[in-house]
């Protein structure tokens, strides 16, 4: 194995982090196989610029089997390495304090693209985990210490100083330790990732291309334009050496000549959503199936961008010796619509539909346990949600609703024929798929209905049989298989920190909070156990899934007690603790009166000036309100006790002493709180 004697340096992945302060910078790595340490520090007491740098090109010379290996590190940590390195031999060689200054020129910059360096350009290949995950997405957004907490990890640390200070000797040690912790909890991550890193070598010299720091959204869209570009669909115009996007971009779309023809109804619910449809022409996507529901046989059908939703309630569904609960999915419903039917975005033509076809026979060689069929799988689901984002070449809002129109319409088609069944009831419908429960005499009768469907449609549906169902609501429900297995979704899911990734129900970025909660509802609902009893049995096994975690924006506080926390802590509910609250800045200046909704600045400015800081009418609130600072307690009514490392605590005494089993059980019952569902006209006289 080639090896580099100076610095240690193997092939392999390199794990690491830097911390910027006016006086101090560190730069932390470790080998991900051998768990070799490197450590850089450019500051008042010390200057590793000219070695740090040499590592750099060593790093570079043994190769592109090494890697860097980071979080965040392509938005955040490398761009301030690029600049150390650019910089060594200006004036003498970069300053500690200009490396500071640029890492808050790249934390402040308003163009995420202002500091960006190119593939091309780094120096030593990057990875970054913050993009794999899809982390840099808002809705996804998730720090390195909400992480910490799900993997389990024995301590979770804060950044230590707030940014910008001016660190001593003493404080730069704390510095130092905080980011080799960093660099753990990063390896930790990477151990969790290695699947998904994987995939995106493998996929990446299958394509050519680099696939490596792309989340699954962005590999499904480079696969689709690839195999587009490859069939001699053009996503591209290629100008000067500049590609820019194709697209269809719309004034209006004329939603009739989105409806197919062929889609009928003979229910007046359902018949009047389809007008409503053919009879509207729309400016923006946005808002057009607001307060858009069904009723029929008392379920409410609402329809939505993202597709139909129906569910049952607050019920417990169990096929018996009389009735089956059957639940019936669309085979890649969405990429199927637009091949049978030939719908595509307007300028990529109809080979768009060919290509898409092709891509669903490309994953059909792949078992639905290899992580290949999935690429392809989001290859082809992807171009849905593309087709509706103006940055994306698949942009073209009328293939949006085409698909999303024509996909709820035909499910209610296949509902209106089964609900003609005798005894039968909808439990669920749900963006590509039914749930039912049916009378096992006329489940060959359901079957048969669903087989006109197919051939009506040209689709396939693919069926499973389920024993139970616990419903709270469309959202949130646990399903039990013939076979025994169990479908978690929302508030019934949870993870424990050996799950399977490929697996995972519960994605990295939510909150991973007293996971015991679920699992206890869990236990009583499917094998009837109480959960007083399986709580207690429970934290003798895994005390860490009773645990919970806080976290507020650093603009806030948190405080246990009088004493003030860091911004994201871990906790469980005690008898022994104290209350835990967040202190929230106030919405507007301290103790001015609060503004009145819906007048313009320029308004509320000028009158303002004329009145300065007393109460007027025209521009605030009638009850002369004031803001406040705003106190929120957590756990209201609880105290909590602070985990700071898992190592150091007496487990056996809390579990004893101080674990406020009432808390949990309390919550537990809340989520297991179902009522059985009527499953036959003889047991709806009986009740």
């Given amino acids: 194995m080639t090896t580099d004697y100076i610095f240690g340096i193997t092939p392999g992945d390199i794990i690491f982090d830097c911390e910027t302060y006016p006086n101090v910078f560190t730069w932390r790595g ?65 300053t500690v304090s200009a490396i500071y200054d640029k890492a808050m020129s790249i934390i402040r910059a308003f163009n995420k693209f202002e500091h960006l360096i190119w593939e091309s350009e780094h120096l030593v290949p990057q990875v970054d985990l913050f993009k794999i995950h899809h982390f840099d997405n808002k809705a996804k957004s998730t720090s390195l210490k909400v992480i910490e907490f799900n993997m389990g990890m024995n301590s979770i640390e804060d950044l230590p100083f707030p940014v910008g200070t001016i660190l001593n000797d003493e404080q730069t040690e704390t510095l130092c330790a905080y980011n080799d912790h960093d660099v753990d909890a990063t390896v930790m991550l990477y151990e969790r990732t290695k699947e998904a890193i994987a995939l995106r070598e493998q996929l990446s010299e299958q394509f050519g291309m680099n696939l490596m720091n792309c989340n699954d959204v962005k590999i499904g869209e480079k696969i689709l334009v690839h195999e587009m570009e490859k069939a001699g669909v053009q996503c591209y115009n290629y100008i000067d050496g500049r590609k820019y996007k194709k697209q269809t971009v719309r004034e209006s779309i004329n939603l009739s000549e989105c409806v197919f023809p062929y889609v009928q109804f003979e229910n007046p619910e359902f018949k009047s959503i389809r007008e409503y449809f053919v009879s509207r022409t729309i400016t923006e996507t946005n808002g057009i199936f607001k307060d858009l529901v069904a009723v029929v046989d008392g379920n409410h059908y609402k329809f939505g961008t993202g597709g139909l939703h129906m569910s049952v309630e607050s019920q417990i569904v169990q096929s018996t010796a009389e009735m089956q609960i059957v639940d019936i999915d669309v085979a890649g419903y969405y990429p199927a619509l637009a091949i049978t039917n030939r719908v595509y975005p307007a300028h990529l033509g109809e080979a768009f539909c060919d290509v898409l076809d092709n891509l669903g026979k490309m994953r059909k060689q792949f078992s639905k346990k290899d992580p290949r069929n999935g690429a392809f799988k989001l290859a082809g ?188 802590v871990r906790y469980y509910v005690s008898h022994g603790g104290k209350a835990l609250r967040k202190v929230m800045p106030a919405k507007g200046p301290p103790r001015a009166f609060k503004r009145k909704n819906k007048i313009t600045d320029q308004y509320y400015k000028q009158v303002l000036a004329e009145v300065g800081d007393a109460w007027d009418e025209r521009i605030h609130t009638k009850n002369k309100s004031v803001y406040e600072i705003r106190q929120i307690g957590i756990h209201t009514g609880y105290d909590v006790t602070m985990v700071d490392r898992l190592d150091q605590m007496n487990w056996e005494s809390v579990i004893d002493f101080d674990l406020n089993f009432d808390w949990y059980t309390q919550e537990a019952e809340k989520l297991a709180k179902l009522d059985f569902v009527v499953e036959s006209e003889e047991t709806e006289d009986e009740v």
Wanted: aromatic share 14%; charged share 20%; net charge neutral.
């Fill in 381 to 568: 689901n992807g171009v849905y949600g593309l087709s509706n984002n103006e940055y994306s070449p698949f942009y073209d809002p009328q293939y949006t609703m085409t698909i999303t129109i024509n996909g709820q319409l035909l499910l209610c088609m296949l509902v209106e024929q089964l609900i003609k069944v005798p005894g039968l009831k909808i439990i669920q419908a749900n963006t590509d798929g039914i749930t039912y429960l049916c009378p096992r005499e006329y489940l060959e009768h359901c079957r048969a209905v669903c087989k006109w469907w197919e051939t009506f449609t040209k689709l396939t549906l693919e069926e499973t049989l389920y024993k139970r169902m616990f419903i709270r609501d469309v959202n949130s429900y646990l399903s039990e298989k013939e076979d025994g297995t169990l479908k978690r979704i929302g508030a019934f899911a949870y993870e424990t920190v050996e799950d399977n990734p490929a697996t995972r129900e519960l994605p990295w970025y939510k909150d991973w909070s007293a996971r015991v909660i679920q699992m206890a509802a869990e236990a009583k609902l499917v094998r009837g156990e109480p959960i007083g009893q399986f709580l207690h049995n429970h934290a003798t096994k895994n005390i860490y899934d009773f645990l919970l975690r806080t976290k507020v924006p650093r603009s806030a506080q948190l405080w246990h007690g009088d004493k003030q926390v860091s911004n994201i």
């Fill in 30 to 94: 470790k080998h991900a196989e051998s768990g070799m340490r490197w450590r850089f520090e450019i500051s008042y007491r010390r200057n590793d610029l000219n070695l740090f740098c040499e590592f750099i090109l060593t790093c570079q010379r043994v190769g592109t089997n090494v890697r860097w290996v980071g979080f965040n590190s392509i938005g955040f940590d490398y761009p301030v390495v690029h600049f150390i390195y650019n910089n060594q031999f200006t004036h003498g060689g970069v």
